[in-house]
């Protein structure tokens, strides 16, 4: 099974920019995306892309701010986030799944996760 490993997390002022990526073992031709848990909440979809990159989908919370993209040369999936907000400090994870969906269910594959704390 495939492997997803995050990384770009870390400390960012509101208004800031962070970019997370997330680097799977193999090729997939999966559909991949992030999700975040906030402390005390569930975990919630932020975007998600298909293989070939020709849709995506964005939490409302999220468009207009969040960008999500992917490399199938590079087996990798990007997320930047501009105009950060207090309430985008969350663990974001990378998932992987045979198609975009908003549930996490649709997901088989998860990544352990990377840290985001935004200050104000």
């Known amino acids: 099974q495939v492997q997803l490993v995050e990384s770009g997390g870390g400390l960012a002022q509101a208004g800031g920019s962070l970019r997370l990526s997330c680097a799977a073992s193999?090729?997939?031709?999966?559909?991949m995306g992030w999700f975040r848990q906030a402390p005390g909440k569930g975990r919630e979809i932020v975007a998600a892309?298909?293989?070939?990159?020709?849709?995506?989908y964005y939490a409302d919370s999220v468009k207009g701010r969040f960008t999500i993209s992917r490399d199938n040369a590079k087996n990798t999936v990007y997320l930047q986030m501009n105009s950060l907000k207090p309430e985008d400090t969350a663990v974001y994870y990378c998932?992987?799944?045979?198609?975009?969906?908003?549930?996490?269910?649709?997901?088989?594959?998860w990544g352990q996760g990377t840290q985001v704390t935004v200050s104000s």
């Open positions: 193999a090729r997939t031709s999966y559909a």
């Open positions: 892309i298909t293989w070939s990159g020709s849709s995506t």
């Open positions: 998932v992987a799944g045979p198609r975009v969906g908003v549930s996490k269910y649709k997901y088989d594959v």
